[in-house]
């Protein structure tokens, strides 16, 4: 398998890497369609036929060094595979790396998140997802895919973007001041200031898949109808980058289709173009 981005070896090492990708390619609790564990090989090898400028900030991030680790590989329990990304993650912040999971299911988000939280002060939580991700424990265990913002608020502070389907249950400990329902974003980007107003200093942003629509991402285990958009997503995540330090994030959930590798090559260029827009933050344009 390829590295992130088909890099030659100058640019993926380890030692010399400022980034590096962390592939846990698990899918054991879903609900629904299986396939996340095939999610991270077909964002690896998508991403090698990527062109490796980046046209909105003039800049080639992969000059900073972007090294694709070993994967993580514990399975045995959800607990176990939460502790295991944990480690890990914890292992490349200490060493100053900015850290990127790729999925897998959504549950390989709770031990990364535990990680950032162990290291950064002030540090909060912004998902987008179709899913609110509420439950407190879900079929017998609290590391499902259906907890992962539940243990997300154990730890900091969240904001929920793109929330278009929820369980009642879900409801009573939602805090709908820092939800931005799906419905609620579709007439302008008035919202988008007021979600990045609610965030503090630092930010670790946990992106499922499933939070666009559906005619641009198909692949993942539960497609909602009425998502959101490319550029949408990305004048989102430009002011974000903009207003706070981003100090990692995880992309989830890619069910890939052997017929359609459309939605994999867009899972490649999103991470791309989220790197991008953090590293060329403070660097003038040419
Ligand atoms: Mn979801």
């Not at 962390?22 to 690896?44: F, M, N, R």
């Not at 400990?173 to 302008?188: C, L």
């Amino acid at each position: 398998m390829t590295n992130y981005g088909g890099l030659p070896g100058e640019f993926s090492g380890e030692h010399n890497a400022a980034i590096v990708i962390l592939p846990v390619p698990y899918d054991e609790t879903s609900t629904w369609q299986k396939g996340s564990d095939k999610g991270p090989d077909a964002i690896l090898e998508a991403s090698a036929n990527m062109e490796l400028y980046d046209i909105e900030t003039e800049t080639e991030v992969y000059l900073k060094g972007i090294y694709t680790s070993d994967p993580v590989t514990e399975k045995t329990s959800p607990e176990k595979m939460v502790e295991a990304v944990f480690f890990r993650v914890r292992d490349f912040l200490d060493k100053g790396k900015f850290p990127v999971v790729i999925g897998g299911e959504h549950s390989v988000s709770i031990g990364s998140i535990k990680a950032f939280a162990g290291h950064y002060r002030d540090l909060s939580v912004l998902q987008l997802d179709a899913h609110s991700d509420l439950r407190n424990e879900y079929e017998g265990s609290e590391n499902n895919h259906a907890c992962v913002m539940a243990r997300a608020r154990d730890v900091a502070s969240i904001v929920q973007v793109g929330i278009r389907a929820t369980d009642s249950v879900e409801l009573s400990s939602m805090d709908k001041e820092r939800v931005f329902f799906a419905h609620q974003i579709q007439e302008n980007d008035a919202w988008m200031d007021r979600a990045v107003e609610l965030l503090s200093a630092n930010v670790y942003i946990t992106i499922d898949l499933d939070v666009f629509d559906p005619s641009i991402m198909p692949s993942t285990g539960t497609p909602e109808p009425g998502g959101m958009g490319w550029y949408q997503s990305l004048r989102f995540l430009e002011k974000v980058v903009a207003k706070k330090n981003l100090v990692g994030f995880d992309v989830v959930e890619l069910c890939p289709a052997t017929s359609n590798k459309a939605p994999d090559f867009m899972t490649a260029k999103l991470i791309y173009r989220i790197l991008s827009m953090h590293f060329s933050k403070n660097t003038p344009r040419k």
